[in-house]
C-alpha cells in the first residue's frame, strides 16, 4: 500500500494536489482527522481488492490540535507496518496566501472575531509543525499556478523510476528568490553569464548555442568537475539515510543559462549511479 499524506496552509494548493493524484489513480480523502489515519489504513489494506492500493489523504489545522501534536506516533505506527507513507507539505509565502483568500473571498478555517486574516495564517504554520518538520517533500506553490503545481506532483511522486531517495536537479534565478524545498544549493553567479552577448541572451541552458559556449570556459567546467564530485561523493549517503527526497538547487542570476546547463549536465552524469534523477528549471516552466 502507498500512502501519501498532503498537509499545508489554507490556500496552498492542497485541493489541487488531491485532484491531481485521483486523477493519477489514487483514492483521495478530504480533511481527515489524523487521528484516523491508523484505521483507515487497516481498512484499506483489509477492503481492497488491489494488490498495491493506492491512497492519498489531507489533513489540515481544522484537525484537532491533540491529533495533530500526536502526527509523528501515528506516522510511525503506519511505517511500523510496512505501509509506505509519503508527507508532502505544501506552502507559500504569506503575502501570496493573504492575496489568494481577498481575491477568492473565502474564510480562512481559523479567523474569528478575534483572530485576523494575517494572524489566522502564521497561526496555522505553528498548528501544522509536527508535520512540518516530518514532511518528505515541501513545495513552495507561491509562484505556481495549478497546471505547474500537479507537474511538480507528477515529477516528484508519481514519475519515479526505481524505488529509493528521488533525487531532482533543479536550475533556478536568484533574482527570483531560492527555492525553499531546497537541501543543497549551490550559487554560481561567478561564472561568465551569457546573458551579456547579444547574441547568446535569447537562448537557454539547454539550446546548443549556450552548451557550446559554457562547455568552451575553463572556470566552468572546474565549477561543474567539483560540484560533481561532492554530489558523486555526499549523495548516496543522503540516500543511506532514508531520505525519500533530496533537492540540489544550482541558481544563477536569471535561472536561464548558467544553472540551467549545469544542472542538465550533472543530471545525465548522476543518472547512471544515483538511478532516480530528475531535473527541473524552475523559471524556464
Known amino acids: 500500500?502507498?500512502?501519501?499524506?498532503?498537509?499545508?496552509?489554507?490556500?496552498?494548493?492542497?485541493?489541487?494536489?488531491?485532484?491531481?493524484?485521483?486523477?493519477?489513480?489514487?483514492?483521495?480523502?478530504?480533511?481527515?482527522?489524523?487521528?484516523?489515519l491508523p484505521d483507515v489504513a487497516e481498512r484499506v489494506l483489509i477492503e481492497s481488492e488491489l494488490v498495491q492500493p493506492n491512497v492519498a489523504v489531507s489533513i489540515d489545522a481544522r484537525n484537532l490540535p491533540s491529533h495533530l501534536q500526536r502526527f509523528p506516533e501515528l506516522l510511525a505506527e503506519l511505517r511500523s507496518r510496512n505501509?509506505?507513507?509519503?508527507?508532502?507539505?505544501?506552502?507559500?509565502?504569506?503575502?501570496?496566501?493573504?492575496?489568494r483568500f481577498s481575491e477568492t473571498r473565502r474564510?480562512?478555517?481559523?479567523?474569528?472575531?478575534?483572530?485576523?486574516?494575517?494572524?489566522?495564517?502564521?497561526?496555522?504554520?505553528l498548528l501544522l509543525a509536527p508535520i512540518i518538520d516530518l514532511a518528505d517533500l515541501t513545495i513552495d506553490t507561491t509562484a505556481l499556478n495549478l497546471y505547474q503545481l500537479r507537474d511538480i506532483l507528477k515529477l516528484r511522486l508519481l514519475d519515479q523510476p526505481e524505488p529509493g531517495t528521488a533525487f531532482l536537479l533543479?536550475?533556478?534565478?536568484?533574482?527570483?528568490?531560492?527555492p525553499i524545498d531546497a537541501d543543497v544549493v549551490f550559487d554560481v553567479?561567478?561564472?561568465?553569464?551569457?546573458?551579456?552577448?547579444?547574441?547568446?541572451?535569447?537562448?537557454?541552458?539547454?539550446?546548443?548555442p549556450i552548451i557550446d559556449y559554457l562547455?568552451?570556459?575553463?572556470?566552468?567546467?572546474?565549477m561543474y568537475q567539483d560540484i560533481l564530485a561532492y554530489l558523486s561523493k555526499w549523495l548516496p549517503r543522503f540516500a543511506a539515510s532514508n531520505r525519500s527526497y533530496v533537492t540540489v538547487a544550482i541558481g544563477c542570476t536569471g535561472g536561464h543559462h548558467r544553472s540551467v546547463y549545469l544542472?542538465?549536465?550533472?543530471?545525465?552524469?548522476?543518472?547512471p549511479s544515483l538511478k532516480n534523477v530528475q531535473t527541473r528549471h524552475r523559471d524556464l516552466d
Open 189 to 208: 553567479r561567478c561564472l561568465p553569464n551569457p546573458y551579456w552577448k547579444a547574441d547568446l541572451r535569447d537562448y537557454s541552458g539547454l539550446d546548443q
Open 107 to 125: 474564510r480562512h478555517p481559523l479567523t474569528t472575531d478575534s483572530r485576523s486574516l494575517s494572524e489566522a495564517i502564521r497561526d496555522e504554520a
Open 215 to 222: 562547455s568552451g570556459l575553463p572556470d566552468v567546467e572546474e
Open 170 to 178: 533543479e536550475s533556478f534565478g536568484f533574482k527570483r528568490g531560492m
Open 1 to 36: 500500500m502507498r500512502l501519501i499524506i498532503v498537509s499545508g496552509r489554507s490556500g496552498s494548493g492542497k485541493s489541487t494536489a488531491l485532484d491531481a493524484l485521483e486523477d493519477s489513480g489514487y483514492y483521495c480523502i478530504d480533511n481527515m482527522p489524523a487521528g484516523l
Open 263 to 271: 544542472a542538465n549536465r550533472l543530471g545525465q552524469a548522476l543518472k
Open 83 to 99: 505501509i509506505r507513507c509519503d508527507v508532502v507539505y505544501l506552502d507559500a509565502d504569506e503575502e501570496s496566501l493573504h492575496k
